[in-house]
T-cell receptor
Framework: QKEVEQNSGPLSVPEGAIASLNCTYS??????FFWYRQYSGKSPELIMS????GDKEDGRFTAQLNKASQYVSLLIRDSQPSDSATYLC?????????FGAGTRLTVKP | DTGVSQDPRHKITKRGQNVTFRCDPI?????LYWYRQTLGQGPEFLTY????????KSRLLSDRFSAERPKGSFSTLEIQRTEQGDSAMYLC?????????????FGPGTRLTVT
């Protein structure tokens, strides 16, 4: 079992729709959770961090964390073509950051 | 603040040659990380520094890889006797551990091609 699992996609949504990205992790001691966006050929860009159970909103992005289920998700509202990218879930515990392989999102105009 | 910078951005080398990459972190960040990323995968941890001390190194990291951060500022990653399997994007990230957050910010990466 991979430590951080994501659906590889591609996930395709129409412009203006809500994109839902999911991630599960295996280490119950994980403390911090992050979402990164990575455009093709570029490096990862941090877009959200979440530390406590529940929801955290930042603009069009909402991160959701459920530690009991070892599940973290990212919702993107009013998706735009510029949101088309690979989204990486990252899980941090004890100085160790583990990344999923990413979900590729395509937003169609 | 100009963010994390890496040099060079691209490197093409022949198998068996040594290569060295440089990373300059965000100035107030005390932690510096090196990752490797191949196509279709997430970044894979290689090693990290807190100030000048190298605190952790991946068990998967070959002895051909070495990293330094001599004055707790910039860092170098050297790969000796490169192999074709070393072809990847090498990413550097930095963070500040003092405020209890663990956000890491990445540089643009160095793309290595071993021919």
């Amino acid at each position: 079992q991979k430590e951080v699992e994501q659906n590889s996609g591609p996930l395709s949504v129409p412009e203006g729709a809500i994109a839902s990205l999911n991630c599960t992790y295996s280490d119950r001691g994980s403390q911090s959770f992050f979402w990164y966006r990575q455009y093709s050929g570029k490096s990862p860009e941090l877009i959200m961090s979440i530390y406590s159970n529940g929801d955290k909103e930042d603009g069009r992005f909402t991160a959701q964390l459920n530690k009991a289920s070892q599940y973290v998700s990212l919702l993107i509202r009013d998706s735009q073509p510029s949101d088309s990218a690979t989204y990486l879930c990252a899980v941090y515990n004890n100085n160790d950051m583990r990344f999923g392989a990413g979900t590729r999102l395509t937003v169609k105009p | 603040d100009t963010g994390v910078s890496q040099d060079p951005r691209h490197k093409i080398t022949k198998r068996g040659q040594n290569v060295t990459f440089r990373c300059d972190p965000i100035s107030e960040h005390n932690r510096l990380y090196w990752y490797r990323q191949t196509l279709g995968q997430g970044p894979e941890f290689l090693t990290y520094f807190q100030n000048e001390a190298q605190l952790e190194k991946s068990r998967l990291l070959s002895d051909r890889f070495s990293a330094e951060r001599p004055k707790g500022s910039f860092s170098t990653l050297e790969i000796q006797r490169t192999e074709q399997g070393d072809s990847a994007m090498y990413l550097c990230a930095s963070s500040f551990s003092g405020r209890g957050g663990y956000e890491q910010y990445f540089g643009p990466g160095t793309r290595l091609t071993v021919t």
